[in-house]
Structures are given as C-alpha cells and as structure tokens.
C-alpha cells in the first residue's frame, strides 16, 4: 500500500491539528510554569512531549511517495522511490523491546477484564502515611482514608500501580506483584493497562499510524480522568468531582466507565497488534513484508 504525497500529507496535517489541540492547554501551563495535578501526569510519568505526539507516521506497510525528507527517519526504508516505515529494522535494532511489546500486548489481550479494584491503587498508595505524592488534601482526611483502605479486599493487578504501594498497603494486595511476573498478570480490566496502550504505541514509534497514536493517548487522557475522580485526594479546586468509590453508587459508576474503558482498550490492543504485525500486503515497489518478530477532555 502507498500512499501519494497529497494524500499523506493531508493526513499529516489533520494529525498535527488534532495532537495541537490534545495538548494546546498543557503547553499552556507549561508557558506559564503551572502545574497541574490530573493532567501533568501524562507527560511525565508518561515523559512524551507533545512534539512526539505531533509527528505524524503512517504505520507499518504503507510507503510514502515522493518524501525524500524522511529517507533518513529512524526506522524507515528506501523502497525504489518509496519510504516506508520497517517493522523489521525496529526488530532488529531492538529485539528485546519487540519482544516485550508483543508479548505485553498479546498476553493481556487473552485474559477477560477485572473489574473489582474500584481504584484503590490510589488509597493504597496513601495508606498510613502523613505525606503524599500528590500536594493536595485528602478528601476523607488520613484516619478516614485507611478506613476505606482497610474495609475493601485490593486486588491490583498492575505492578507499575502496586510499587508505590505504603509499606502497610503492600501485604493487603490480594497478589504480591513483580515486574517479571507483569506480563502473567495484567489485564485488559485495569485502568493503567488502559493507558499504557500509549506507552506501547510510542515505544512502537512509526510502526503505528499516527492516528492510532492520538487513539490512544485520548483513552489515557479519559482514563487518567476517572483514576483522580476516585483517588482519595480533594481536587475541588481544579474542578474534579469525585467518584466516591467508599459507597455504592461510586461503585456502581466506577464499574460502568472501567467497563467502557476496558472494551476501548481491547478494541485498540487488537488493532495496535494488527497494524505492527501485520501491514498492508506488500506490492512490488512500495511496501515492506510483515517481520517475523521475537518471541482532555479539552483540560488535557
């Protein structure tokens, strides 16, 4: 599959200004040295800029014509006059990253959804503890956030969520988790397994079509919404309005957005997995072969 140049650049001017206005009101925080408590959080503990977000790729199998601007783009290869992103030099270059990508992606895809946590991964991550990461007051206050903690069963399956655990928290986790053990675990039920679909999609660099890309920022974008709406902190003063996971209507609301998430999330790891693994099928003179690999809302 090729694309011609008024047809890709087309699309990289739509993505441009859609990634711009994803990240329009974080780059303007940034101006001002303001920092935000819900949003900041996707671009640090997810360290993309937004310029990362902005660069438009076609994804896996699909050569550009007429680009010799990116005959030198990491990843790419010259195909007679063609470029076209190469699956098989990113599995080359990086055999073990592929790997991980592939098996993350494969192995959460195969397990059904869990959706019991309530985000208590957020409560744990305060248990018993004077000081917090975020510097915000806690909605219950300390006494009456352990209570919540220490009433409900945790069950985070998620090992990037449970090393921030409190030392009291860890030992109530229904699994003591490792970061070997991740990819046994993790499941497509998981808000965080949710929004480390970004991750995976950036670390996949031009093997996933830009639009893809920004899909899958915006899920991590609405998912980081409703991981604060729950979390135990007061965050009135920005505008969010809790999800209060300590009763049953909380519950009930938590459950029915996480679902949501969840079949967004699948629907995204399959096509994450259909777009690197298996392109376009090559034509004479214009694409690549699949690889054999190793085995805000606007407030954004």
């Known amino acids: 599959m090729a694309l011609t140049r008024a047809e890709w650049t087309e699309r990289e001017r739509a993505h441009q200004e859609r990634a711009d206005a994803l990240t329009a009101a974080h780059r303007d925080r940034a101006t001002k040295g303001e920092k935000h408590p819900v949003w900041d959080f996707l671009f640090t503990y997810y360290a993309y800029k937004p310029a990362q977000l902005r660069r438009w790729h076609p994804g896996a199998g699909v050569a550009l014509r007429d680009a010799p601007e990116r005959s030198g783009w990491r990843w790419y290869s010259s195909i007679g006059g063609d470029v076209a992103p190469d ?12 790997a991980l990508v592939e098996r993350m992606l494969r ?14 991964h957020e409560w744990a991550m305060v248990y018993r503890q004077d000081e917090h990461r975020h510097p915000v007051p806690l909605r219950l206050g300390r006494s009456g956030t352990d209570a919540v903690v220490e009433s409900h069963d945790l069950r985070c399956t998620h090992f990037d969520a449970f090393r921030f655990f409190t ?6 986790n229904r699994t003591s988790l490792t970061r070997d053990d991740q990819a046994l675990v993790e499941q497509p039920g998981c808000l965080h397994a949710g929004m480390d679909l970004y991750k995976w999609a950036m670390k996949l660099g031009p093997l996933v ?92």
Request: hydrophobic share 45%; with cysteine.
């Open 87 to 98: 699956a098989d030099a990113f599995a080359a270059e990086k055999p073990e990253l592929a």
């Open 107 to 120: 192995r959460t895809a195969s397990r059904p959804g869990q959706l019991g946590c309530f985000g208590l």
């Open 167 to 172: 030392p009291d928290a860890v030992p109530r």
């Open 209 to 300: 079509p830009g639009e893809l890309l920004l899909d899958t920022f915006e899920l991590a974008r609405d998912i980081r919404l409703l991981d604060m709406e729950a979390a135990p902190y007061d965050l009135s003063a920005w505008g969010v309005v809790p999800v209060p996971i300590e009763t049953a209507e909380g519950k009930s609301e938590y459950v029915r957005r996480q679902r949501g998430f969840a079949e967004r999330g699948t629907a995204l790891r399959a096509a994450l997995l259909d777009a690197w693994l298996s392109p376009p099928a090559r034509t004479p003179g214009t694409a690549t072969s699949a690889p054999a690999m190793p085995t805000a809302p606007a407030g954004a």
